[in-house]
């Protein structure tokens, strides 16, 4: 039987060793694919491009798609002003990505956001985000360990009228790598999942299509934690 197609979208770098200083790359967690695999699926990397045509052939071949970790979102996208804490944003990413979201949502695929994706997912959709954790006030959990990222570093509580409660129950371990968390939830969208200091950690949509964002890094956590990987089987089963 035919594998289904899982796109993964990747990470635009700037390497700065030796003779090929200057040049850009795309980087990626061997772990997405790995995940992915384990699901039962076919993973391919799509880089990052500004050809329209080429982003719309990428979509036309794959049954699922991946939003990955990465850099932060540039908040005028959601009509904010850079602050402080603001870390490094890379417009060519953000403007590949909503594109490539869009073209996932009319051919309504399934989607899973991943840290820096369910970012994405909720500013493309009209939602907004803080700028940094130290913005939101009594926020005390620490969302950026420095654990092994394989391991867990805190809890979230899921709600029962969710998809993830379906996967995972109504509590799980997560582990933590943002300093970005969502503020304004973008409409037709719920949250399925809280930290204990209430930071969002998990939204669905609450339409038809099955869009899913968790802030955290599952993909990671798969080897160890079998709910992780099921997670992955979920959404490669949808697809």
């Known amino acids: 039987m035919k594998k289904k197609i899982i796109g993964i979208s990747s990470h635009v770098v700037i390497n700065d060793l030796g003779a090929l200083k200057g040049f850009k790359q795309l980087r990626l967690f ?4 790995q995940s ?14 500004d050809n329209l045509s080429i982003i719309d052939s990428q979509i036309d071949i794959i049954d699922g798609l991946i939003l990955t970790g990465g850099y ?4 005028l996208n959601f009509n904010e002003e850079p602050k402080e804490k603001l870390g490094y ?8 990505e909503f594109y490539l979201l869009k073209k996932a949502m009319k051919k309504q695929i399934p989607i899973l956001g991943i840290c820096r994706g369910i970012q994405v997912i909720n500013v493309f959709n009209g939602g907004t985000l803080y700028q940094d954790l130290s913005y939101i006030n009594n926020s005390y959990v620490k969302h950026e360990q420095d654990c092994e990222p394989t391991f867990p570093s805190h809890s979230i509580s899921i ?3 969710s998809i993830l409660y379906e996967i995972l129950g109504d509590k799980a371990l997560v582990n933590s790598y943002h300093h970005l968390a969502i503020k304004d939830l973008a409409p037709n969208f719920k949250v399925s999942a809280l930290s204990k200091d209430g930071i969002i950690e998990a939204i669905e949509s609450t339409t038809d299509e099955l869009i899913i964002g968790v802030q955290w890094h599952p993909e990671l956590l798969t080897k160890n934690y079998e709910k992780m990987l099921n997670l992955f089987k979920y959404f490669v089963e949808k697809c």
Do not use: M, Q, W
């Open 72 to 75: 932060d979102i540039n908040p």
């Open 159 to 161: 709600f029962k009228n």
């Open 36 to 49: 992915v695999i384990d699901a039962g699926a076919s993973p391919i990397v799509l880089p990052n491009t």
């Open 89 to 96: 944003v890379c417009n060519e990413r953000d403007l590949y």
């Open 30 to 33: 061997h772990e997405y694919i």
